[in-house]
């Protein structure tokens, strides 16, 4: 917990974060060219065909979506329990990343459903839990700009982040407890050839890396302009 | 490389274009707004003085 509580501290955190986000951009950059590389080599799955090739683009979008979420979760529980000074701004940051995320999960999943279901959208568990989520994002990205007064906004936020955390095992499980026309996992359970493995992970890491990265960015950008509205209420004064 | 998506063409390049688009845009807005806030901050300091850039 105390090496957190240091690099809450908003001077420790531009220098840290800018020593590692060049890092964290060449990285993405190159795990996102490698995967599509060996993505678009790969050779047709023997039922999917070629729709196979949104496979690498939907599964980081949706495993970002609700990492990002968790990511956004756990902030908000900092901020709420330990009062931690950064959480807000990082939570506050994380959200249109993962809406984003959220969005792009949807959009490609509905354009492999159509090829493969018959049917760009149908009403099971696991598309209804994460058409929630979307709709969590939003909320929470709409509740912080109806509150005007910050505290009161960051409190209001992060309890809403917690309640709807809530939502994400039942995304992750959705294809176990329910009869889902959503097919299961296949990465931790081995059920992916390697030929198809290797570029989803290495899509997945790039998206992972490209988050850190823009994550990193935009809560630099918020220290930045609170700085500049505190030295505005310095000179007014 | 293969870019030959025989019957599935119309699923396939669309989902990437929307996936690439829409990352791209977030990087650029994410990269301007980063700028934008550097450049506001410094010209703040400079009109108010080094006594006031302890935040």
């Known amino acids: 917990m105390n090496f957190l509580f240091r690099y809450a501290n908003p001077h ?6 800018g020593a590692v986000l060049p890092f964290t951009a060449i990285a993405a950059l190159l795990c996102l060219g490698a995967g599509f590389y060996l993505g678009f080599s790969a050779p047709p799955d023997y039922q999917q065909g070629r729709t196979v090739l949104l496979m690498f ?3 980081p979008a949706a495993t970002m979506a609700m990492g990002v979420y968790g990511a956004l979760a756990f902030c908000s529980l900092l901020s709420l329990v330990w009062r931690h000074p950064l959480s807000d701004t990082a939570a506050r940051a994380a959200a249109p990343l993962g809406a984003l995320f959220t969005a792009l999960g949807l959009v490609t999943g509905s354009l492999w459903g159509k090829p493969m279901w018959g049917t760009y959208w149908v009403w099971d568990a696991r ?3 994460f058409l929630l989520l979307l709709f969590v994002y939003i909320g929470y990205m ?3 700009n109806a509150i005007e007064d910050e505290v009161r906004a960051a409190r209001a936020a992060a309890i809403l982040a917690l309640v709807g955390a809530v939502n994400i095992p039942i995304i992750k499980f959705s294809v176990e407890w329910w009869n889902t026309l959503h097919q299961g996992e296949s990465i931790v359970s081995g059920k992916l050839a390697p030929v198809f493995l290797a570029p989803l992970l290495l899509m997945m890491a790039g998206y992972a890396f490209l988050f850190v990265s823009l994550w990193m960015i935009r809560i630099r950008t918020a220290i930045l302009e609170r700085r500049a509205r505190n030295l505005m209420q310095a000179g007014a004064r | 490389m293969n870019f030959d998506m025989g019957t599935y063409a119309a699923y396939i ?3 990437y274009g929307v996936s690439a688009l829409a990352l ?5 807005w994410t990269v301007v707004a980063w700028r934008r806030a550097k450049a506001r901050l410094a010209a703040l300091e400079k009109s108010q003085g080094p ?4 935040p």
């Not at chain 1, 420790?12 to 974060?17: K, W």
């Open chain 1, 127 to 129: 598309l209804t839990s």
């Open chain 1, 142 to 144: 709409a509740l912080w």
């Open chain 2, 13 to 15: 390049w669309p989902a």
């Open chain 2, 51 to 54: 006594a006031a850039q302890k």
């Open chain 2, 24 to 28: 791209a845009c977030v990087t650029i």
């Open chain 1, 57 to 59: 683009i939907h599964v």
């Open chain 1, 12 to 17: 420790h955190f531009m220098r840290l974060s």
